[in-house]
């Protein structure tokens, strides 16, 4: 006896992306019973072992459909039989994984100029089809130096707009580009050298319940601004 993968089909194929050897050919056959002289069947039983890891490319409910062939030839010339197993192998979701994002220190602006940085962050998706990913900033908090009037947290959220989310079918990495923008006066009150560190969640959806969470800071430092000096025109003359 023996098997053949006759065909593999996966639904929305992804270009240029072969499956592993270990998914195709995870299929094995042990005979039960041999046929003997007073005996005239036999049983051949198969068996198919998924190694998990090997099929997280899949995404929600995509599928890869295998057709193995069982060839079982008796060795007396046209004694041959086959028969076709069908195995569908259906996705499941796994959410993003967002990398570190490394911190982002900034300086009091000294002009009349916005204080605008973009902070660039990359995470990971196994499931290879997904697409669609978008982000958002779910959280903020302040701490270090504070104005004598607290932030409030909608107030900090509002300061960082996150861009349109990168990731092609087929790739298992994506990126997206948070643009920190605040007035040059928002951060009048720090005095040289005084610190004000925000904390940011960011999370990435992938659109198929898969929502991951990462935090990551931005640090203003206070500089020197000169003393204006205001004149009472009334008191002139």
Avoid: C
């Amino acid at each position: 006896f023996s098997w053949s993968l006759v065909d593999s089909v996966i639904s929305a194929p992804i270009p240029g992306f072969t499956p592993a050897t270990s998914l195709l050919h995870a299929f094995k056959l042990t005979p039960d019973e041999d046929k003997t002289d007073d005996i005239n069947t036999g049983t051949v039983e198969w068996k198919y072992t998924l190694d998990n890891a090997v099929a997280q490319w899949l995404a929600l409910d995509q599928t890869i459909t295998l057709t193995y062939r069982i060839t079982i030839d008796d060795r007396h010339g046209d004694g041959v039989a086959t028969r076709d197993v069908v195995i569908i192998v259906t996705g499941t979701n796994d959410a993003p994984v967002i990398d570190a994002i490394a911190l982002t220190p900034l300086d009091e602006q000294t002009d009349t100029e916005a204080l605008t940085t973009s902070i660039a962050v990359t995470f990971g998706d196994v499931d290879l089809a997904d697409t669609g990913h978008t982000a958002s900033i779910t959280a903020a908090s302040a701490s270090g130096t504070l104005p004598p009037v607290p932030f409030e947290e909608a107030a900090l959220i509002a300061l960082v707009t996150p861009g349109m989310v990168t990731k092609a079918s087929g790739s298992a990495t994506g990126s997206v580009d948070l643009v920190f923008s605040a007035g040059s006066t928002a951060f009048d009150y720090l005095a040289d050298t005084e610190t004000l560190t925000l904390t940011y969640t960011v999370a990435i959806d992938d659109g198929d319940g898969g929502v991951t969470p990462q935090t990551f800071t931005v640090t203003v430092t206070g500089t020197n601004d000169a003393p204006s000096i205001d004149l009472d025109s009334s008191e002139m003359g």
